[in-house]
C-alpha cells in the first residue's frame, strides 16, 4: 500500500493521514523516491527540496499525533510549485539565466497560504523563461519531457509542474496562467488545470510577466482536488491590490454531479484553428454527454475571438517589457562585468561602465523568446506607436469582453478544446512562432476577458491526453466545478496515468 502512495488524490491522501493508516513522512518519503525514480526522464524540477519536505513533515506528523488540524485536507501533503513563485531562502529562478541565484526573502501569499495548511514543498517546477512560452522549451537551463511520451513536450508554460502532476511526482501542484499556461499544459498531461477569475487568487510574490493577464491557479489529478486547493489559495490580499474582496465560497460544495437544466454554449470560432479531428470529437462528445445527464448545449459564435490571439501579443509584451525592467544586474541575480575598464571616480567612465554592465547582464542573461518580447513591447509601448498597437489592442480586448457578456447573458458556461491539438514533439514548432502560438488560442480569451477557465482530461489521441475546456462568468469557479466534477463523474479519463 504505502509503495503507491504517489499515486494518490489530495483526498485520497488526506483520509490515510486522518485515519492513520500513514505518516505525513511515509508520505513524503513515498514522493521523494518517485522523483528520484523518474525526473532524469522527465525533468520537471529545477530544484527539489527534499530535507525540507522531510522536516515539514516531521512536524506534520507531530500536529497530527497531538489530534490537531487532522480536518485540514493540505496537512502532509507535497506540492510541487512553478519556479516563478517566490520561496523564501529557496531558489526562485523563472527558469532564466537572469535569476540563476536568486532566493527570495519572503514568500509568495500562495506559499504562505500552503504553508498554513501545511502542505509539504517537495520542489520548484520548470517553465518557460519567465513564463514566455507554450512548450517549456523556452526554459533557460532544459526542456521538460510530457511523461505520456517523453518525446514530446509537456505544454507551457507550466510544463513542469503539469508534469509533474502527471508523473505522479507531487499529489498536486501550483501554475500561472498569463494565456494558457496552467489549462493547456494540464490538457497535454492529462489533468485537471484551473485559471480562477483574475483578482481570485493574490498574485504577491509572483514574479511578473503581464500583470493584467497573470493569475494563479491548481493543477491537480481530479476535480475534488481542484476545489481543495482554491479553498487554500483563493481570498483577498492586502499586499496584492489587484486581488479581489469578495467571499470565497467554499469550492467543496460545488462537488455535485448535477447539471440539469444547465445551458451550454459551444462557440464555433473555437474549432477554427486548424483543431485536429478527433480533439474536435472528443469535445464534442463530452458536450453530448453533459446533455445526456440533463443540460442543453447550443451552437453560438463570438467573432472578436478570431482577434485574439493578436491583441494578446501586443498586450502581453508591453506589460513585460515594464515588468522585466527591473532586471538590470544591480538588485536581482546575474551581474556580468562591464566591457573595460573599472569603475573609477570619474562620473563619465562610471556612468558608461553602468550602462555595460546593463547591457552585458541582458544580453547573457535573457533567452531569445524573452529578448524578442521585451523589443516588441517597447515598441507597442513607444510614442507614436501607443494609439496604432497597444490603445488599438485594448479596444479589441473591450470588444472580446464584451462577446463573452453577451454569451453569458444567455449561457452559464462555454465549452471549447484547450488546445486544437494534443502534445506536439520536442522541437517542432520551436522554429515556428505562430505555430507555437497556436497552442494558447483556445485559452488566451479567458485571460483577456479575466474570467475562470479550467482544463479537464476528456480523451486520447494515440495514447496522448486531450483536453476540454470549460469557462464561466468571473467569479463563478463554483458553476465550472460542479460542470467539471459531472463530467468527471461520469468518464474515466482522469484515471488514466502515464506507463513511466
Ligand atoms: N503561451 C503564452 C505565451 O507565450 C501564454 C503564457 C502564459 O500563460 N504564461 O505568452
Known sequence: MTD???????????????????????????????????????????????EHALKQAEAVDEVLSRGDLLANPLVGIPVAIKDNMCTRGILTTCASK???????????????????????????????????GSSTENSGFFVTRNPWNLDTVPGGSSGGSAAAVAANECAFALGSDTGGS???PASFCGVV????????????????????????????????????????????????STSLDVPVPDFTQSLRADVKGLKIGVPKEFFGFGTDPEVEDAVR????????????????????????????????????????????????GLRVAPDSGTVTRQTRE??????????????????????????????????????????????????????????????DVLITPTSPTVAFGIGERADDPYAMKLADICTIP?????????????????????????MARGLDEETLIRVAFTYEQHTEHHRKRPPL
Not at 99 to 120: C, G, H, M, Q
Not at 314 to 332: K, M, Q, T
Not at 446 to 470: D, H, M, R, T, W
Open 285 to 332: 462528445s463530452a458536450v453530448d454527454l453533459l446533455v445526456e445527464l440533463g443540460a442543453h448545449a447550443e451552437e453560438t459564435s463570438m467573432p472578436s475571438v478570431e482577434y485574439g490571439l493578436a491583441v494578446y501579443y501586443i498586450i502581453a509584451p508591453a506589460e513585460c517589457s515594464s515588468n522585466l525592467a527591473r532586471y538590470d544586474g544591480v538588485r536581482y
Open 182 to 184: 496552467i489549462r493547456q
Open 446 to 470: 479567458a485571460n483577456l476577458a479575466g474570467i475562470p477557465g479550467i482544463s479537464v482530461p476528456c480523451g486520447f489521441k494515440e495514447e496522448l491526453p486531450i483536453g476540454l475546456q470549460i
Open 98 to 132: 537572469i535569476l540563476y541565484n536568486y532566493k527570495p526573502i519572503y514568500d509568495a501569499t500562495v506559499v504562505e497560504r500552503l504553508n498554513e495548511s501545511r502542505a509539504i514543498l517537495v520542489g520548484k517546477t520548470n517553465l518557460d523563461e519567465f513564463a514566455m
Open 193 to 240: 488545470g484551473m485559471k480562477p477569475t483574475y483578482g481570485r487568487v493574490s498574485r504577491y510574490g509572483l514574479v511578473a510577466f503581464a500583470s493584467s493577464l497573470d493569475q494563479i491557479g491548481p493543477i491537480t489529478k481530479d476535480v475534488t482536488d481542484c476545489a481543495i486547493v482554491l479553498n487554500a489559495i483563493c481570498g483577498k490580499d492586502p499586499r496584492d
Open 4 to 50: 503507491a502512495l504517489y499515486e494518490l488524490t489530495i483526498h485520497e491522501i488526506h483520509d490515510l493521514l486522518r485515519s492513520k493508516q500513514v505518516s505525513a513522512r511515509e508520505v513524503a518519503e513515498s514522493f521523494i523516491r518517485r522523483i528520484e525514480e523518474v525526473d532524469s526522464r522527465v525533468r520537471a524540477f529545477i530544484t527539489t527540496t527534499p
Open 350 to 411: 562610471a556612468k558608461s561602465s553602468i550602462v555595460s554592465m546593463f547591457e552585458k547582464t541582458r544580453e547573457q542573461g535573457f533567452g531569445a523568446e524573452v529578448k524578442q518580447r521585451i523589443m516588441i513591447g517597447t515598441y507597442a509601448l513607444s510614442a507614436g506607436y501607443y494609439d496604432a498597437y497597444y490603445l488599438k489592442a485594448q479596444k479589441v480586448r473591450t470588444l472580446l469582453r464584451r462577446d463573452f457578456d453577451k454569451a453569458f447573458e444567455k449561457f
